[in-house]
């Protein structure tokens, strides 16, 4: 067990893409790390391990975060790993496009139960156990601005998230604990690029004005700094990481 004065985070939909950004930055600005994944525990461990060789603490709990009781024991794993919990950062989504005309209710329910229910059963465990001066970080998307087609469930769930963060922060007051949301834009991840041609890529890389693609890394940057100390006068906000294209 470490020092219960460690800091703690917990990153969910850590074993691949931003999450494992997000987990192995945070690891590098010394917090302890528990890297959530939901299904092969091989990637999740493979991230412990890089961790634990640059001097690092991390541990791989599975929670299906639309299951309220596996989120509640991983939260209660982390206190009992580390001896307590400092940070959430509900990563965790995923995403099925199609026009509303289109949609199947699998789909639909799928989206909301992972990124909208999975969201606040993070969130709910998150206002009753983290440490007084905590934080709490939610994910949205920049689709919340740019409202592409076939994007439309899929940015509901984050609209519904960007709503609750602002929320959650008021019902917050008197326990120094921030929530923000941080909204990507396209980021080159195996998940963005699946499927597009290097046609579509390229020119959705030159739609911001940096012209380029977002790195899982400059994501896991603004959460670095929204879980740090320079982050801590923001609250209730939603941080759009997207290279001004929108």
Known sequence: ????NSKVAIVTGASRGIGAAVAGRLAADGFAVV????????????LVRAI????????????DVSDAVAVRDMFEA?????????????????????????????????????????SFNGMREAARRLRDGGRIINFSTSVVGTKL?????YTATKAAVETMTAILSKELRGRHITVNAVAPGPVSTELFLAG??????ERMAKLPPLERLGTPEDIAAVVSFLAGP????????????NGGLV
Do not use: H
């Open 1 to 4: 067990m470490t020092d219960k």
């Open 35 to 46: 890297v959530n994944y939901a299904a092969s525990s091989g990637p999740a461990e493979e």
């Open 52 to 63: 634990e060789s640059k001097g690092g603490r991390a541990l791989a709990v599975k929670a």
């Open 78 to 118: 982390t206190e009992k790993a580390f001896g307590g919990i400092d940070v959430l950062v509900n990563n965790a989504g995923i995403m099925k496009l199609a026009k509303v005309a289109d949609c199947d209710d699998a789909a639909f329910d799928q989206q909301i139960a992972i990124n909208l229910k999975g």
């Open 149 to 153: 087609e076939t994007y439309s469930v």
């Open 196 to 201: 597009k041609s290097p046609e579509l890529v």
């Open 230 to 241: 320079d982050g801590g006068w923001i609250n209730g906000q939603v941080l759009r990481a």
